[in-house]
């Protein structure tokens, strides 16, 4: 057996061998790396190469921020409208200039509503059009509202004439952009075909004007198209760019389709309120009666303000004013409903407080939630008195000759609906020629002024009125039905306002003696 010539003793062991030649790899790769980390002159990068790709990184990061921020604040303008001509100038307001330098608006003519089917053909009609004006040196120095303005109405314009009207073709070049609902860039082979059809014969796109092409989809149609417009002095649209120009037509689309429908509810709900109102007033032997009917300032605000005249035997005049609570197509219903059943027992000739108790339970068959002010009122011009009943509503004036207007004392009540009150009537006093007003809170309530403090300057308009007529005679009713509502000011539209007035058609009747 040969022996190694290392003596036993002397030798290592077996894990400290391999400790000892994993050591020098360990040592190798460490210093590589060490290296590797501090490159020499040679291999290092070209630093200006490094500065301009994070220059331009930073600039991409910029540039995308801008136009998120953009389109937030293009959609909260876009929403902000209410009818259609806003929502459409939001749109244009938003892109001119910030995003294109001219916008085309074309919409449905006639636009569809609701689950309604489109009518044929299919037509566009060019609803606004704006632009940026180049051409004057002080444009930069000119509000917005300057520096906008509509194409059609600018014969010099040379960027974007377009036509008014544009019938699109089933199956055209137009149609199938439409149809595809994404945004398409000018110069796509399809808007190249498609823009010529929608702006018109000859009417191409200037030479280097960049534009795009974005139809705009409601909820189930399409119900128009956009075209934005860069001039040559600005960059070209980006693939970017066309996500912008879907964002906002998406918005502008849904938002007219809201408003589409918005408004059609509040002009079938304010027909519904004024066929339910009289068409004209009685004329009672000895009376001269005035009304005044105005819905609320924002259309969709329909509310149930009714106001009614009903002759009496006697020569007398039941005169009603009530205010369905709520605004909507429902409460003009009920107004509706109310206002018949006081005619029918007005009819009847029951008193006021028994009127009011027999509507206080016709509100509760209609619904428990069913409310409603009233003020019931017969007028006697013989005897000169007045029967008044009160269910929640504000107090009437009474405007006697000479100037004074008094207040009338009478108990509120609870309005109608709550059920389980009973009402109270009182009697006054109508002097010869005293003119008595009824209204809704519509005309003394709103958001800028509470119900007293409207009521006492009603009062004063009501004084001065009389005051500028004379002391002999009471003033013109329908002329101070108008004076009355010259009173509200521009906040003060908040509800729809009924006015109703009646007083003796003279002071003193033939043969001298007091009366009708």
Not at 234 to 251: C, G, N, Y
């Given at each position: 057996m040969t022996e190694h010539p290392t003596s036993h003793e002397g030798r290592q062991p077996l894990a400290a061998r391999q400790q000892e030649r994993t050591r020098p790899r360990q040592q190798d790769a460490t210093a590589a790396a060490a290296a590797a980390a501090i490159p020499s002159p040679a291999a290092a990068p070209n630093p200006g190469t490094g500065a301009a790709a994070l220059a331009d990184a930073q600039a991409a990061t910029r540039r995308?921020?801008?136009?998120?921020?953009?389109v937030g604040a293009a959609t909260r303008r876009i929403a902000r409208?209410?009818?259609?001509?806003?929502?459409?100038?939001?749109?244009?307001?938003?892109?001119?200039?910030?995003?294109?330098?001219?916008?085309?608006?074309?919409?449905?003519?006639?636009?569809?509503?609701?689950?309604?089917?489109?009518?044929?053909?299919?037509v566009l009609r060019l609803r606004r059009s704006d632009r940026l004006r180049h051409t004057d040196e002080d444009a930069e120095a000119a509000p917005e509202t300057e520096r906008l303005r509509p194409l059609l109405t600018?014969?010099?314009?040379?960027?974007?004439?377009?036509?008014?009207?544009?019938?699109?073709?089933?199956?055209?070049?137009?149609?199938?952009?439409?149809?595809?609902?994404?945004?398409?860039?000018?110069?796509?082979?399809a808007a190249r075909a498609a823009l010529p059809e929608l702006l018109g014969p000859g009417r191409p796109v200037p030479t280097g004007h960049r534009a795009i092409l974005a139809p705009l989809r409601g909820r189930r149609r399409v119900i128009g198209a956009a075209v934005f417009?860069?001039?040559?002095?600005?960059?070209?649209?980006?693939?970017?760019?066309?996500?912008?120009?879907?964002?906002?037509?998406?918005?502008?689309?849904?938002?007219?389709?809201?408003?589409?429908?918005y408004g059609r509810e509040a002009y079938i709900a304010d027909e519904l309120q004024r066929t339910m109102l009289p068409d004209s007033l009685p004329q009672p032997t000895g009376v001269r009666l005035a009304s005044r009917y105005l819905p609320a300032a924002e259309t969709a605000r329909v509310g149930g303000d009714w106001y009614d005249a009903i002759p009496l035997p006697g020569s007398r005049v039941a005169l009603v004013v009530g205010d369905v609570m709520g605004h909507s197509m429902t409460s003009a219903a009920?107004?509706?409903?109310?206002?018949?059943?006081?005619?029918?027992?007005?009819q009847l000739d029951l008193p006021p407080q028994e009127v009011l108790h027999h509507l206080d339970e016709q509100a509760q068959r209609l619904g428990s939630d069913r409310m409603a002010t009233c003020l019931y009122a017969v007028y006697d011009p013989v005897a000169h008195r007045i029967t008044i009943a009160n269910a929640g509503h504000p107090p009437p004036v009474l405007l006697h000759l000479g100037g004074r207007a008094e207040?009338?004392?009478?108990?509120?009540?609870?309005?109608?609906?709550?059920?389980?009150?009973?009402?109270?009537?009182?009697?006054?006093?109508?002097?010869?020629?005293?003119?008595?007003?009824l209204y809704t809170d519509g005309l003394v309530e709103s958001r800028l002024r509470d119900v007293w403090t409207g009521i006492e300057q009603l009062r004063e308009r009501l004084a001065a009125t009389a005051q500028l007529t004379g002391d002999d005679h009471s003033p013109p009713l329908e002329a101070l039905c108008d004076d009355v509502l010259d009173m509200l000011g521009p906040g003060d539209r908040d509800d729809d306002i009924a006015l109703a007035t009646g007083c003796a058609s003279s002071a003193r009747p033939p043969g001298g003696s007091p009366g009708a």
């Open positions: 995308e921020g801008d136009r998120l921020r953009f409208g209410i009818d259609l001509d806003e929502i459409v100038l939001g749109l244009c307001r938003a892109s001119v200039p910030t995003f294109s330098d001219a916008i085309l608006v074309y919409l449905r003519d006639p636009l569809p509503v609701g689950d309604e089917r489109p009518v044929s053909p299919f600018d014969p010099t314009a040379d960027l974007m004439p377009a036509a008014e009207l544009c019938e699109v073709r089933a199956g055209g070049a137009l149609a199938e952009v439409l149809r595809g609902v994404r945004p398409v860039f000018g110069d796509s082979a417009v860069r001039s040559t002095e600005r960059p070209a649209f980006e693939a970017s760019d066309l996500l912008v120009a879907a964002q906002l037509a998406t918005h502008t689309a849904l938002g007219i389709d809201k408003a589409v429908l009920i107004m509706g409903q109310l206002r018949t059943t006081a005619q029918t027992l007005a207040v009338l004392r009478v108990p509120p009540g609870a309005p109608i609906g709550v059920g389980g009150v009973d009402f109270e009537a009182v009697e006054l006093d109508a002097p010869a020629g005293a003119t008595l007003l």
